[in-house]
């Protein structure tokens, strides 16, 4: 849904803003003179739309399309979302061998054909796969066009390892998730174009440097509240703005506020977007159990109070909004032990069975790319005697500050801000490399100072 028509001279409205970007991608995809285009995408963009659109334009103009994904998941998600955009379009997931390598939920489309052999599914329109899959076909042509979605989220080493498939690419990804994983030490390659720990994108470019580089402009996910600190912490090179207007969102509580820091910092963040539940300055385990706690009883809280949301999905006139459900609600943490201690703690708050059961409770790894309408984060500095670089990597906040739709309620202990001044970046300059990414600590001074504004103490 459109926000409403701007003032005269205000400049485009979000919704135009998105087309325009869009014809322009899809114009050098299907009709430019380059091998490459380079998107990237803010978070809640339509990235997947993108994607989607571009494959099924792709196939109609009589081009056998690969689509390459980094996880299985990913995979899955784009084969379901081209099925049900386009049921008789014939669609492709080449697997595994192993068992199970899919989601069931891929059956129910008659037009998809799953295989772990790639020759049994040539000649389809489009064929999706992970990069890990794909570097094992050996096919007798390459194929004409590619789409490469996580672009971002590829590392250059993988991008070698397919780029003989194809002979043109669509490179679409998000440059403020998560920097690529790997299992080994790489700092003796940085800085150096052979990076194989580099980002597809970032090596692309790197001996592509005239290829053309777009950028999708509005967030459809996050709010007004939230885009424009989002923007400007984690995306100084590539901002965008949200698709919806202040107010256009609202969160509100059926239940009355008890006077507790939970339920002031419940409806602080209703009315403005963020809270920060602030806990006493204190050195602690990673798992720290009061701050465990505290997440918990904040999440059981906002549960009993009976939210609800109101947004431009909204349909029908009774102005009454979407009850907040438990399975729209995430916890995010830097650890996987902190969410497990987190999903003990709200199982032993309202029982196995409880409503909290459907809360999404995951590391910032495993939540990106999705999206809620409330989140609530364990800061990752909280509690800790230094602020080290993985605590510090830029990604990691960002996608921990960018799963909402409506609100983002963060806690921590006291004195992070004294403790990133204690700890200023000290990663050493490494000649050569390219990162659209800002420092990590300006970022996390950016969203701490934002935060500030909307402190509620738990003594």
Not at 58 to 73: E, F, S, Y
Not at 233 to 239: D, I, L, M, R, S
Not at 310 to 334: C, K, N, Q, W
Request: aromatic share 4%; net charge negative.
């Amino acid at each position: 849904m459109e926000s409403p028509e701007r003032p005269p001279g205000s400049g485009p409205t979000p919704a135009s803003a998105a087309a325009a970007a869009t014809e322009a991608i899809l114009a050098d995809t299907l009709g430019g003179a380059h091998r490459g285009v380079v998107v990237d995408s803010p978070p809640g963009a339509g990235k997947s739309t993108l994607v989607v659109r571009a494959a099924r334009e792709l196939a109609a103009a009589g081009h056998q399309l690969m689509v390459i994904a980094q996880t299985n998941a990913q995979v899955d998600d784009l084969v379901d979302r081209l099925a049900t955009a386009d049921p008789e379009l014939p669609v492709g997931r080449l697997h595994s061998s192993e068992p199970h390598p899919y989601d069931p939920v891929l059956d129910r489309h008659p037009s998809v054909r799953t295989s772990a052999k790639p020759a049994e599914l040539a000649g389809l329109d489009i064929v999706v796969s992970t990069a890990a899959k794909w570097a094992w076909v050996s096919p007798d042509e390459p194929w004409r066009h590619a789409i490469v979605d996580e672009a971002y989220q590829m590392r250059s080493d993988a991008l070698l390892a397919v780029a003989g498939l194809f002979e043109r690419a669509l490179f679409v990804g998000d440059p403020g998730q998560l920097d690529p994983f790997s299992q080994v030490g790489v700092e003796q390659w940085a800085g150096q174009p052979h990076d194989p720990s580099a980002s597809a994108v970032g090596t692309l470019l790197a001996h592509n440097p005239g290829l053309p580089q777009h950028r999708l402009p509005v967030s459809w996910r996050l709010p007004a509240s939230a885009a424009e600190l989002v923007s400007d912490a984690f995306y100084p090179y590539t901002p965008f703005r949200s698709g919806t207007g202040p107010g256009e969102r609202r969160l509100a509580f059926s239940a009355p506020a008890d006077g507790s820091p939970l339920d002031a910092v419940l409806d602080e963040a209703a009315g403005a977007g963020w809270g920060l539940l602030e806990l006493p300055a204190a050195r602690t385990p990673r798992t720290d159990p009061e701050a465990v706690a505290a997440i918990a009883r904040l999440v059981h809280r906002m549960l009993e109070r009976q939210g609800r949301t109101h947004s431009e999905r909204d349909s029908g006139d009774d102005g009454r909004g979407a009850p907040l459900s438990a399975d729209r609600i995430a916890v995010g943490t830097a650890h996987r032990d902190q969410a497990a201690a987190v999903r003990q703690a709200l199982a032993e708050v309202g029982g196995p069975e409880g409503p909290a059961a459907q809360v999404t409770v995951d590391t910032a790894n495993r939540l990106q790319g999705r999206e809620f309408d409330v989140t609530v984060v364990l800061h990752p500095l909280s509690g800790r005697p230094d602020a080290t670089e993985f605590h510090l990597e830029t990604g990691r906040l960002c996608v921990l500050a960018s799963r909402h739709r409506h609100a983002c309620l963060v806690v921590c202990r006291e004195g992070v801000a004294e403790l990133l001044d204690d700890h200023p970046a000290t990663e050493p300059v490494r000649l050569g490399a390219v990162s659209l990414a800002p420092d990590g600590w300006e970022a996390h001074q950016a969203v701490l100072a934002r935060l500030a504004r909307h402190r509620v103490r738990l003594e």
